[in-house]
C-alpha cells in the first residue's frame, strides 16, 4: 500500500510532468485520441455541455460555501464560477506554472486564491471545505483508502465533493487502457475508477447522484463512418448518450459500462 511519503515523492515527479508536459509518442497519441476524439464527440452529443450543468445544479447556492477546486491546473471550466459565487475559494495543483496563470485570472476577486501545493502535504493546512470540486482528478490517487481519509478531513460536516473520472469497468476500454499502460508516460499517477475504487467511494459517503457517460455512446465515433446523412447519426449519438445518462442513474450495470463518471457525494454524519 502506498504510503503519504511515497504519494509526495511521485508527486514531485508529477508536478515536473504538468509543469514540462514531456510526453512519449504512445501519450502523445493518446492524448490526441481523447482530446481531439472523444472531446469532439462529447462536444457534438452535448455532453459538456449536460455534465458542466448538471455540476452548476449540485453546486447550489454557493453565496455561504468555502470550496476547494482540487487539481485545477490553471483553472477548469467553472473554476471562475466557483470563485466568483463562494464566500471562499482556493484552487490548488500542483504545477507552480499553473497555479501561476491561475491567480492572474482570478486577481480581480478578492475571495480566491490558488496555491500550488500538495493535497497530501502538511502545507496545505486550509479547510473544512463546503465543496470539494474535483474534475478530473481523484483517478490520479493510487491508495484510494488514503485519498478517502484525507477528504474526509478537508470536509466540513455534510460537506460535499462533485468528481468527474474516467472509468476502466467497460471490456473495451479495460483492454485497450492494459494494452496502451505500459507505454503510458503518465502511468504512476493515472489509475481510471474500477467497480473497486467506485465501492469504496460507496461505502465511505453517500452517493446522492451519478451520471455515467459514453456507454452506448461510445460507439458513436463508428456510426459516423456509415453512409448515413450527418444529421441521422448524429441523431443517434444524441439518442444514446440519453439513454446513458438517465440508465447510469439507477443502474451500476449501466454505468459501468460508460467510459466517464460523475459523482455527487456527501460526507456521512
Known amino acids: 500500500m502506498e504510503t503519504v511519503e511515497k504519494t509526495l515523492e511521485k508527486n514531485k515527479k508529477q508536478k515536473e510532468f504538468y509543469n514540462t508536459k514531456k510526453k512519449n509518442l ?7 485520441i481523447r482530446e481531439k476524439g472523444l472531446k469532439d464527440i462529447r462536444k457534438e452529443l452535448g455532453v459538456l455541455q449536460q455534465t458542466y450543468a ?33 464566500a471562499s475559494y ?14 492572474e485570472k482570478l486577481s480581480d476577486i478578492p475571495n480566491a486564491k490558488g496555491m500550488a501545493v500538495d ?26 483508502d488514503m485519498l478517502i481519509d484525507r477528504l474526509q ?11 468527474y473520472d474516467p472509468l476502466k469497468t467497460s471490456y473495451p476500454v479495460w483492454l485497450l487502457r492494459t494494452l496502451y499502460r505500459p507505454f503510458q508516460s503518465d502511468a504512476a499517477w493515472e489509475f481510471p475508477f474500477g467497480r473497486k475504487t467506485f465501492r469504496k467511494f460507496e461505502d465511505a459517503f453517500t452517493i446522492l447522484d451519478q451520471r455515467g457517460v459514453l456507454g452506448t455512446s461510445k460507439w458513436y465515433f463508428l456510426v459516423t463512418l456509415l453512409p448515413l446523412p450527418k444529421h441521422t ?37
Open 26 to 32: 504512445p501519450t502523445r497519441l493518446w492524448s490526441f
Open 54 to 86: 448538471l455540476h452548476r445544479k449540485w453546486l447550489g447556492d454557493l453565496s455561504d460555501k468555502k470550496v476547494l477546486d482540487l487539481g485545477c491546473y490553471s483553472g477548469n471550466n467553472l473554476s471562475r464560477y466557483l470563485a466568483e459565487n463562494s
Open 90 to 103: 482556493v484552487g490548488i495543483d500542483l504545477s507552480d506554472k499553473a497555479i501561476a496563470k491561475l491567480n
Open 119 to 144: 493535497f497530501f502535504s502538511g502545507e496545505f493546512s486550509q479547510g473544512p471545505f463546503d465543496i470539494i470540486y474535483a474534475y478530473g482528478v481523484l483517478h490520479h490517487f493510487k491508495n484510494v
Open 153 to 163: 478531513e478537508k470536509l466540513a460536516p455534510q460537506g460535499k465533493i462533485i468528481s
Open 233 to 269: 447519426k448524429e441523431a443517434w449519438g444524441k439518442r444514446a448518450h440519453q439513454k446513458d445518462w438517465e440508465r447510469s442513474a439507477q443502474s451500476k450495470r449501466h454505468l459501468f459500462r460508460c467510459m466517464q463518471l460523475n459523482l455527487l457525494l456527501q460526507k456521512k454524519e
